[in-house]
Structure formats: C-alpha cells, structure tokens
C-alpha cells in the first residue's frame, strides 16, 4: 500500500481501478524548408488553425451542456488567442524569414507564450500556462495530421491517472466512467482543479510522479478533500474511506439546499458573498452559485492572452458583458494589475529587476503609463452605464498614489464629457489593501475611498517576507499568522470609524475555517471562487455574531500560528447542524 500528499483539488473520495493516461507531447525537430514550399506551409497553418477554432466552439457548447456556463470562460480564452492575428503573423514570420516548417514555428512561438505565463506571479494567471500547452497540442494535431486521442469510449468506472489533464481533455472525458482524479502536476487554482470541482469529481494534484507509482487496473482512493491519493489499500483502509465517501455525499445534499437561503447569522446578520472572476463568462456562473454580486473582477487576462493591446472598444465590449451577466447586481472592476512579472506580449520585454514584486507594477506601472491606463479607464467608463459597476485600484501603498489614482479617473471622465459618451458619475472608488503600509495607513484611506478590499494572498506574502511559489518556505505562508490577523483587524476597525465599507477578496474568504474569525473581525462582505460559496454560507448560517466576536478577540491575544489554528478548527468543529435555520 502506497500513499502520496499532494494538493487537494476538488473535494470527496473517490475509489476504484486506475486508468493511466500517457503523455501526449510534441517534440517536433528542428526543420526548413525549401522556399518553394513556404506558401503551402502558410495554408497548412491557416487550415489547422481554423480547424482548431471550431473545435473550440463546439467545446464551448458541449461544455455549457454539460456543465452549464462555468466553463464558458476557459473555452472562450482558447477561442480568443487562436483568433489572435498577431499569433498568426509571428508565425508566418518565422516560416517566410527562417524557412521553419509550420509545425516548427508554431511550437517557437508558443514556447514564448508559455514562458510568459510562467513567469507571472500570480497564481490564477499562471495556471493559464496549462491553456497555452492546450492550445498548441491542438493546433499541432492540425498541421501534423495526426488524429486526435479518443478518452471518451470507457466502458467501466475509473480513477484517471495523468501527468497532467487540459481542460479540452477534462471535458471530453465521460462523467458517467470517472470517479477520481490524480495527477502529478498543478494547483488549487489550475483548471483541472476548477472543472473537477463544477464535475463534482474528487481530486488531487501535485502529486509528482504518480503516474510511475501506479500501474493501470491497480485500485486506487482519491481523497480530494485531505488530498491523499492511497494506492492498492487494503479491505480496512477501503472501509474506512467508503465511509468518509458516504459522509461526503451526505454534506454535499445539505449544501444543495443553501442556494436560494439568504447569508445571514442566528442573530440576524446579513454577510455579503460575492465571487472572483477572471472573465464575462464566470459572471452569470457566479449568480447561479448564488453570489450576490462580483467582488474581483480581473482584468489582466484580457491584455495577457493578446499579443495586442486590447483596444478602448475591446475592453468596454468585454466589461459590459460582465456587467450584464451580473443582471443588477455590483461588479467591482479591478484595474490593470500589469507590469515586472505580468507584462502582456504587446507591451515589449520587462525591463531587468533583481525583485520584480516590488517593483514596477500594478498601480505604479499604470501611472508611469498614462496612454494605457486611460483608455483602461474609458473602457469601465463606459460600460458602467449597464449596471452596478464600482472600480477599484490595486496595490496602493500611499495616499498620493490613491489620490493621483482618482485623478487620472477624474480627467478620464472629463474628455468622456466632452466627447458625449455616456458613463455613471457617481459609482464607487475603492482600492486594494495588500499591502502592510496600506494596512497601517487604512484610516487615512477609508476616509479617501468609497470601499476597502482585503487582498489576503498578498497581504500575507509582503507581511511575512513569504513567496509562497518558493518551496524552501511555502511551509511559512499562514494567512492565519498573529501579525497578518492584526492587520486585518486593523482595516475592519478604520472602516467602522470613518463608514468606509471593508471586504476580503483572498483565498481566505473561500475557506470556512476562516469564517467565523473573519466576522468576527468585522467583515461584513466577503469575495471567493463561486464553488466555495455554499460552504461558506452554511458556516454564516450555523454561527452567531457574538461567537465570532468572543473568537476574534481571543485569537488575537496569540502570538503563534499553531494557537490560532488549533482554535479555529475547535470553533469550526464545534458548530451545530442543528443552530443552522
């Protein structure tokens, strides 16, 4: 009996015989071509990428019939960077000046692409690489002929064992056969672990090399929710994860009948759940999870997957459609997050810096480039005519910064004014606090602002000198460490005094042990992943105000990480099904 750690994914057990799936990569050599052939070259690589794109948009509608219009998000940013011309012309460049093959120049250019990716910070960006090595194997089946691997004819329930699964290839998969997923790469954020989640399919990735550790047939437990993969256990491990299995489905059924029940405590408090999104698509996902708005809304990916910038008319059509999706409800816009390690194609090569995430990016990029960040600003401008839209700036350090922020937005709305376009003068100015200067600094800015978001993944790596992305001291990332608690309190607090409205919009709003402490904190509005809505509902429903604020104030006189942990899981544990009405 073997067992493996790895990343909890999607929660849930799953057990049964593995199916292990190959690697399917191209290594495709290095060749040119006689100039004779370079335009039949040009045509194959128009052909398969016109085939390419159709599949997509078959994908995308076999997605939304299968999992409704959560998926639609990923499928249309495939759709979007085939469709880029720029891709095309960077290829066709390489095949006419170089004489590449098509097959070759492509692979060139996507490599690019995907260490682009690769060097961005930000974790839900860069799972994007994983689309970027979707796309290319599709295109590249197109131009070599080859006919694409057929995972959909299982005649038997299995555990799928992979080095790595693509969305295209998740959905393709029959939900019918698949009880479970183990795979030795990716994320919390990665694809694999969103569709498995919207499937409803235990899974756990990172798991290194578990495709060596396990052979096909063999039976296999995935535990999603531990994310521990046990590999030919015997009949008492078996019992005692059926068990857990059982359980699983049972608080999967309560959590079902949550949708439509309103977020408020025992005693009568409403707490505000919103969603995070990265695309138009995920809005509509997110009011049907029942979020009660948008609390994040990305923009990067737009200027990220073009080697273009995207134009005023490009931006204002994509945020409308966000806006829309929400029918009413706020949709709070952050503003580009670019610069140092997120740098779009079209915006050239990042200068050098020994530690780009305190450098040149976010906010500081967008007020050393004016010409972009207001036609940015035009874009939401514009689009907040359709709805309840509130724009809020990123990674402010300073009350200048905030102010010259505000500024730039005020000049923005001037030349709208004067050009007749229609925008909504008095939405909401809110900024990020990711930042230990702007935690400090928050009564300063909750007078200045109309709304405060917490940005914990931040908050937590700049407070504890952490890159979480670093092995050697992941281990040390804990959102729930005394220091990075003080802060949070300290942000609440400023807000209550000066009638500025605080939210968390960090992976720890979505984790219910946090619950509880966080309303006890003083946060009122919390912003999450769609699919972690309903748990944390049930949390709001099953608790008082008055428990939130006897835990609060008694985790906030520890002074180690283990004490906090310890207490929160007993306050988690200790809450009763029955208290939920």
Known sequence: MITKKGINASPGVAIGPALVLDTEEYRIPLRTVDPSQLATQIRNLDAALQASRQEVQELRVAATRKLGDDTAGIFAFHEQFIADPRLREQVVELIQQRRYSAAYAFGQVMNQRQKLFRSVADPYLKERVRDI???????????????????????????????????????SLDRRHILGFAINVGGPTSHMAIISKLLGIPAVVALGDITSDVSGGETLIVDGTAGIVVASPDPETIARYQERQREHERQVARLRTLRDQPAVTRDGVAIELLANIEVPEEAAAA?????????????????????????????????????????????IIRTLDLGADKLAPALGAAPHEHNPVLGLRSLRYCLLHLDLFKTHLRAILRASVAGDVRIMFPMIATVMELRQAKATLADVMEDLDEEGLAFRRDLPIGMMVETPAAALLAPAFAREAAFLSIGSNDLTQY?????????????????????VLRLLHRVARAGRVYGCEVSLCGEMAGAPLYTQL??????????????????????????????????AARVLKFDADRQVLNTLRDAHRALDPEDES
Do not use: W
């Open 133 to 171: 090595f979707d796309i290319e194997k599709r295109v590249l089946r197109h131009i070599l002929g080859r006919t694409r691997e057929d995972m959909t004819r299982l005649t038997e329930p299995v555990v799928v064992v992979a080095a790595d699964i693509t969305p295209s290839q998740a959905i």
């Open 287 to 331: 009011v049907e999870a029942g979020a009660q708005g948008v609390g994040l809304y990305r923009t990067e990916l737009l200027f990220l997957s073009s080697t273009r910038v995207p134009t005023e008319e490009q931006q204002y059509e994509t945020y409308r459609a966000a806006v829309e999706a929400a029918a009413g409800r706020p949709v």
């Open 463 to 483: 407070t504890l000198a952490v890159d979480r992305g670093n092995e050697r001291v992941a281990h040390l990332f804990s959102a729930h460490n005394p220091a």
């Open 518 to 551: 966080l309303l006890g904190l003083g946060l009122r509005r919390l912003s999450m992943a769609s699919c972690d809505i309903p748990a944390v509902k049930q949390v709001v429903r099953r608790t008082t105000l008055a428990a939130c604020r006897a835990l």
